[in-house]
């Protein structure tokens, strides 16, 4: 595996567009190579019964024990509704400057919110879901620029308001604007 890697786990069922359009945004937002891989988990130790929900520090943390040599940057695709201690639920989480990110698509399905199913509309949210989650292990804080995608997002309105990248200053902040993308 190269050394400028981004690896995205894949712990559900998702569509080959879906992981097709997240790899190519991820690999033209970050300058790296993107390779995904389908992994089997089983959850339940993960499952906080008095919640309902998955525990997304756990998450996060199983994720990146499975760092590997060569690899960059790991996120872990999840299709379960994740919370952490402070929060009623995360679309995703990340180690802030560190290697792992994780997200879910679960939140971001429009049949959640009593509207009408539509694929695109959630391939489009969870992809900016992970361009957001790897930003914060590329050291990027929320920004305050409204169509930066490392904008902060309480509500899926919130996520489909924003672009799909990062902003001129968070490219720069992440040193991505002296880079040229891979072929």
């Not at 009623?88 to 560190?98: E, N, P, S, V």
């Not at 939140?107 to 992809?127: H, P, S, W």
């Amino acid at each position: 595996m190269e050394r400028n890697t981004i690896v995205l786990y894949s712990f559900a069922h998702f569509s080959r567009e879906l992981l097709e359009t997240l790899s190519e945004a991820v690999k033209f937002e970050y300058h790296c190579q993107v390779k995904t891989r389908e992994v089997y988990l089983d959850l339940t130790e993960y499952f906080d019964p008095k919640r309902r929900q998955y525990n997304g520090d756990s998450l996060l943390k199983w994720v990146d024990a499975m760092h590997t040599a060569g690899s960059v940057k790991l996120v872990g695709l999840f299709n379960v509704d994740i919370f952490i201690p402070i929060l009623t639920y995360i679309f995703g989480q990340a180690q802030f400057g560190g290697r792992t990110a994780i997200a879910s698509v679960y939140r971001l399905k429009n049949e959640r919110y009593g509207m009408k199913n539509g694929e695109q509309i959630v391939i489009e949210r969870f992809t900016k879901e992970v361009i957001h989650e790897l930003g914060h292990t590329f050291g990027l804080a929320h920004c305050y620029d409204p169509h930066c995608v490392m904008r902060s997002s309480t509500y899926v309105e919130d996520i489909d308001q924003k672009d799909r990248g990062l902003c001129k200053k968070c490219q720069s902040l992440a040193g991505l604007d002296r880079l040229t993308p891979p072929l």
